[in-house]
């Protein structure tokens, strides 16, 4: 591994390559997100003038700045933290996609406040897969009542599902739940929902998550190194 941004992202678009030949999957179909949560506008720009478009970021307030320094950068956005009531406006202002919905107030809320001029918001139900009581999401019951509210709303476009399941170094144990989150997905589509996008795998688990199906991982250590504690 070097230990650049620009050589780190290389390394990380080679395993994906590499893992989209080895599972047989289309080429280019898996996008990176680059995890740039708590990181400094200058890494996020050395990234972007490495080529990579899509940046994900968890907390309001360390990416509006961010989305201000760069906005002359040709960086497409994504919220990939949870939601709080009183960031919608300015998530559903500044993001092209959010990662984490699970209730129907808050896309409510979001489809309101996206601004007419801009294009419907790109939205990813969050699936609890394993069920842990400490992690935000869906239950499998609950997303396709939630499914149905936002397909429902003009300003959201509906795009598929996020999960973050159960943190495991077994790849068989990654890959089965992978695998239940691309189910559910499938359920979904058989329903009569146009879905095309699977948003998960992160550092230690995307070829796993490419394995099962993925067609975005959400990458920030491997590419911007150990992270910054916040207090």
Known sequence: ??????GRLEDIRERIIQAEQH??????SVTLIAISKTRPATDVAQAAQAKQQHFGENYLQDALPKVTALANMNI???????????KTTQIAQHFSWVHTIDRIKT???????????LPPLNICLQYNVSGESSKSGCSL????TLAAAINAMPNLKLRGLMALPAQSSDEAQQRSAFAAVAAAQQ???????????????MSADF?????AGSTMVRVGTAIFGTRAIRN
């Open 23 to 28: 599972y047989r999957r289309t080429p280019g």
């Open 76 to 86: 497409c956005w994504h919220f990939t933290g949870p939601v709080q009531s009183n």
């Open 187 to 201: 359920q979904l589509i058989n329903s009569g929902y146009a879905l095309d996008t699977l948003s998960m795998g």
């Open 107 to 117: 896309a409510q809320r979001l489809n309101k406040q996206r601004p007419p001029q």
């Open 207 to 211: 070829e796993a998550a490419i394995a």
């Open 141 to 144: 019951s609950q997303l396709e």
């Open 1 to 6: 591994m070097t230990n650049t941004i620009k």
